[in-house]
């Protein structure tokens, strides 16, 4: 049985934006992570009152639903469309995001993604990404 959690850990780590970004694997199986995403000062898109910047908001959609697909499917994918519905401003604080495997076909996989600020919806998204076949 594949570790979903050591891979979600991983693809935490991999990419150096996720270094600068800290995002924190929380859970995973086979067709669902969570991904907590610390908040700091830069990533404000607003002052009086501090809201998180929807790029960030945006980012934390791809990174979750990559990674949720990539668990599902054992090695990297590549996004093909992301798009994102922003519910509410995000206030600055922690945020958690679920990514949900919709469906998994032979060369696309589709996830949904929901990001909560202090237990708010804040933010919806949809994404496709492409499942590349393996070279020998």
Do not use: N
Not at 22 to 39: H, M, N, Q, Y
Not at 87 to 101: F, I, K, N
């Amino acid at each position: 049985m594949p570790d979903y959690l050591a891979r979600l850990q991983e693809e935490m780590r991999r990419p150096p934006l996720h270094r600068w970004l800290g995002p924190e694997a929380v859970r995973a199986d086979g067709s669902e992570v969570e991904v907590r995403l610390p908040f700091r000062p830069e990533f404000a898109g607003g002052v009086e009152p501090v809201f998180v910047h929807g790029g960030i908001i945006a980012t934390l959609c791809d990174l979750t639903g990559h990674a949720a697909a990539a668990c599902a499917v054992g090695r990297s994918v590549p996004t093909v469309t992301l798009g994102v519905d922003y519910l509410r401003p995000a206030p600055g604080v922690d945020l958690r995001a679920v990514g949900s495997l919709r469906r998994l076909g032979r060369s696309l996989a589709r996830v949904d993604v929901e990001i909560f600020a202090a237990d708010k919806l804040v933010a919806l998204s949809r994404t496709t990404f492409a499942i590349p076949e393996e070279r020998p």
